[in-house]
């Protein structure tokens, strides 16, 4: 993992919270293009900067890779909102044998420490929060800090049987596992499939779920306004409506414009919505034609032509 001055941050911690190089290496799975903490070496890294996701098991996991890749008496700091890790971070950088300084500024916990000689339980703490096969996925590969990592998301299995009998050239957009990919490519008259995602974890258990070679993967932000393809015959999606915990509907409006300029004219979306959501005007802006294709357990299914 390439670093300047070997050092790095994972995520967007508060700049006016902590010292950050503007060439320090960015190692966020949620940043396309950023380096992987995990495949940092190990005492690689003389200091390391962490905005702490805020799931236990993906946490844990983050502040045992940051402390794997620092050298001994390397440093440390890590910060969340006290209602969203922030708490946690005291004590359990302390069981991985750490003697921490903390702070709190701006509804922010800030811990301070350097890594111990020999730091324990991070091997632990790295299995249980790496890339598995949870039980309820029945077979599939998945991690914590994935969106719905170990279960099946409801939306997504109310959309599935209508993402098969789709032809030519399509796009899942907000992949996840590949959960919908698997079904739409149970059609043989998918030409090819990409599984676009903007956390780089997804895509890389979305690439061991599909043995499939018409599947291609690409890590991208969709809120950037360029859409990376184009001239597709189909898009499917169950667009996410959080951004950092909080709701976003914007989101899924900009996933329905990323779609349509994907879509070649007379192209189809299918996509599935939570009902208390309002795409339908989005919906309008940019296709011809819209049908419902039913509703249930908190969720509404449209299919949309271009």
């Known amino acids: 993992m390439p670093t300047t001055g070997k050092q790095a941050v994972y995520g967007a911690p508060p700049l006016s919270l902590a010292n950050i190089p503007a060439q320090a290496a960015q190692?966020?799975?949620?940043?396309?293009?950023?380096?992987?903490?995990?495949?940092?070496?190990?005492?690689?890294?003389?200091?390391?900067?962490?905005?702490?996701p805020p799931g236990v098991l993906e946490r844990r996991f983050v502040l045992a890779q940051g402390l794997r890749a620092l050298e001994p008496g390397g440093e440390l700091v890590a910060m969340a909102p006290k209602t969203r890790g922030g708490a946690r971070l005291r004590k359990e950088l302390e069981a991985f044998g750490c003697h921490v300084a903390e702070t709190s500024k701006q509804h922010q916990r800030i811990c301070v420490c350097s890594r111990p000689e020999a730091p324990s339980g991070i091997e632990a703490a790295i299995a249980a929060g790496g890339p598995q096969q949870p039980k309820a996925l029945n077979g599939l590969w998945s991690q914590p800090g994935i969106f719905s990592w170990d279960r099946p998301d409801a939306g997504t299995d109310l959309l599935m049987p209508?993402?098969?009998?789709?032809a030519g050239a399509g796009a899942d957009l907000g992949c996840g596992i590949g959960s919908l990919a698997l079904a739409a490519l149970a059609s043989k008259k998918v030409e090819r499939l990409t599984l676009v995602d903007i956390d780089r974890?997804?895509?890389e258990a979305a690439r061991r779920n599909l043995g499939d070679p018409r599947a291609a993967f690409l890590q991208a932000d969709l809120r950037d306004p360029e859409a990376p393809l184009s001239g597709l015959d189909f898009v499917i999606m169950n667009p996410p409506f959080h951004l950092s915990g909080t709701e976003d509907r914007g989101l899924g409006q900009v996933f329905i414009a990323r779609a349509a300029a994907m879509l070649r004219k007379g192209g189809t979306l299918r996509m599935v919505a939570n009902v208390g959501l309002p795409y339908e005007a989005a919906l309008g802006e940019s296709f011809s034609r819209i049908k419902p294709l039913g509703q249930g357990r908190g969720f509404k299914l449209f299919e949309a032509v271009r």
């Not at 209508?162 to 789709?166: D, E």
């Open 27 to 52: 190692c966020s799975p949620l940043v396309p293009g950023a380096a992987g903490l995990e495949d940092a070496p190990d005492g690689s890294l003389q200091r390391i900067v962490i905005a702490a």
């Open 162 to 166: 209508h993402a098969g009998g789709l």
């Open 201 to 203: 974890r997804a895509i």
